[in-house]
């Protein structure tokens, strides 16, 4: 059974670090590629981050290059999402993904209907 269990969320203020981790199970990470969405109250759930696991390529939405950083440890099968220099407008819910590997096309990295299997988030709020 393929699941994935977000951890890492919190409260933390403006400015601050938070590292968010996606452990899966039922599957191997080794050849998929793993989704990072948020979704804050009221707006669509977006794209923020992904790699994929094939060959390593990572993928970030342009508010969060240069703050986030995406990886992976294949031997512990969980995925990391190292956020720093946090907004007020990171707050959000923060949802791991997991792509078909035969399907993943990483133009579409941020497209929700390419995910397969989604985690039950894991909340994030940046406040003073």
């Known amino acids: 059974q393929v699941q994935l269990v977000e951890s890492g969320g919190g409260l933390v203020q403006p400015g601050g670090s938070l590292r968010l981790s996606c452990a899966a199970s039922g599957f191997t990470l080794d050849y998929y590629a793993i989704g990072w969405f948020r979704q804050a109250p009221g707006k669509e759930r977006e794209g923020v981050s992904c790699?994929?696991?094939?060959?390593?390529?990572?993928y970030y939405a342009d508010s969060v290059k240069g703050r986030f950083t995406i990886s992976g440890d294949n031997a512990k099968n969980t995925v990391y999402l190292q956020m720093n220099s946090l907004k007020p407008e990171d707050t959000a819910v923060y949802y791991c993904a997991t792509a078909n590997p035969a399907r993943f096309s990483g133009s579409r990295w941020y497209v929700v209907e390419e995910y397969d299997y989604w985690g039950q988030g894991t909340q994030v709020t940046v406040s003073s």
């Open positions: 790699i994929s696991n094939s060959d390593g390529s990572t």
